[in-house]
């Protein structure tokens, strides 16, 4: 009596071809979905950045642009009042 081998490999494949389309195209599409969603996320959080370095440089414009007016001011009232 000669023990029988099977090669398990060979029937998972065979099995998963035969039964499990369904759940391979449902796989591929949770990954598919799940490495959009990290994506956005990551760009998200660029733009986010992004934003905050742009509204500090808005800061510091307005604070240079006021600093300026100050200083046109200051040198208009001076030289009215040497005449």
């Known amino acids: 009596m ?10 998972i494949k065979n099995d998963f ?3 499990g ?4 195209i ?3 599409l949770i990954i598919l979905s799940a490495s959009l969603v ?3 996320v990551y760009e998200t959080r660029l733009l986010i950045t992004q934003e905050e370095e ?3 440089q808005k800061k510091k ?3 240079e642009w006021r600093n300026l007016i100050i ?7 001076h030289s009215t009042q040497k005449k």
């Open 2 to 11: 000669k023990i029988q081998r099977y090669d398990l490999i060979q029937i």
């Open 17 to 19: 071809i035969l039964y």
């Open 21 to 24: 389309k369904i759940h391979l």
């Open 26 to 28: 449902l796989l591929i």
């Open 38 to 40: 990290i994506i956005t």
């Open 54 to 56: 742009l509204i500090l």
């Open 61 to 63: 414009k307005n604070n």
């Open 71 to 77: 200083e046109k001011n200051s040198l208009s009232n």
